[in-house]
């Protein structure tokens, strides 16, 4: 059901409400994002649709702003993510570390645990050929693109 949505809409967010365990491990199999939320807390459910339409907002956004002392330099996101063989997943990532989200932040707006996030960190800093999140922006910051 979900790789259908996906194939259709590779940008789909689908939230699926249930009152039952027996649908996490066909999510899982299918390697698709989720997040666990109790149905009778209506601010968790609340919090994971914010989560999943700031998640789609982030994968459409073409464009985005890097703010380094005191001004703003607007980031074209294509060009940036061809320069440097980047896949969608990991110029997520590059688009919260240069808004100054903590591995924390990234791991919740990715539905991905940090374990995950680490394993894209360090694939983002090889093809980038950074050491760290410093000079992640500083590169980002000096293509001409």
Known sequence: ????AKRIDPDA??????SGASFLEPIR???CDYLERSKDNPWELAEAVYL???????RLQECFVVETQ????????????ER????????DVVKLLCGGATDKDLAEILFISERTLKGYLH???QKMGVQNRAALIC???????
Request: no cysteine.
């Open 52 to 58: 999943a339409i700031e998640k789609r907002a982030l």
């Open 70 to 81: 005191g001004s703003k330099r607007p980031i074209h996101a294509r060009p940036l993510r």
């Open 13 to 18: 967010v689908v939230i699926l409400l249930t």
């Open 29 to 31: 199999s299918e390697s």
């Open 84 to 91: 440097f063989s980047l896949h969608e997943r990991e110029m």
């Open 123 to 125: 694939n983002i800093f």
């Open 139 to 145: 590169k980002v910051l000096a293509d001409p693109s």
């Open 1 to 4: 059901m979900f790789k259908e």
